[in-house]
Structures are given as C-alpha cells and as structure tokens.
C-alpha cells in the first residue's frame, strides 16, 4: 500500500506573485514607459544611452502622481464639507 499525499494545492492569488514595484507601476499606468527602459537597459547596459525612455517614465510618474495628489485632496474636502 502506498501512502497518497493530501490532494489540497495551495492557491497562490496573483498579486502574491507580483513584486509590490511591480504592481504599483502597474497601477499608475507607467507600465509601457517602464518596460521601455527595462528593455533599452538590456540591450545597451548603459543608462546614459536610455535617457528619452528614462524622463517618458520619470514624466509619466510625475502626471500620475499629480493626479493621485488630486483626487486626495478632492475626498478630503469632500469629506469635510459632509459631517
């Protein structure tokens, strides 16, 4: 007689997997600009020569976090004129 294991598999939810970097870019919409320098990074292993696709991110970011900035400040003021 051989001994079974147990049939269970532990169910690995996706964003378990992700690196948190990861999903943050993910979220903010950068994630094409931020693909663009891991692959300029790649093919030439020089940031100097990734510079456009380094600021596209860097402005990207900036928009969203701009953005992100915005909307606080919006449900905040929200949230004090409503007691």
Do not use: N
């Not at 598999?9 to 992700?18: G, H, P, Y």
């Not at 994630?31 to 990207?60: G, I, L, T």
């Amino acid at each position: 007689m051989s001994a079974q294991g147990h049939a269970w598999s532990r169910q690995v939810k996706k964003d378990e997997e992700e690196d948190p970097l990861d999903q943050l870019i993910s979220r903010s919409g950068c994630a094409a600009s931020h693909y663009a320098v891991q692959e300029c990074m790649a093919e030439h292993q020089d940031w100097r020569q990734c510079q456009p696709q380094v600021q596209a991110f860097r402005d990207c970011m900036s928009e969203q976090q701009a953005r992100r900035r915005e909307e606080l400040l919006r449900l905040k003021e929200q949230s004090s004129t409503h007691p």
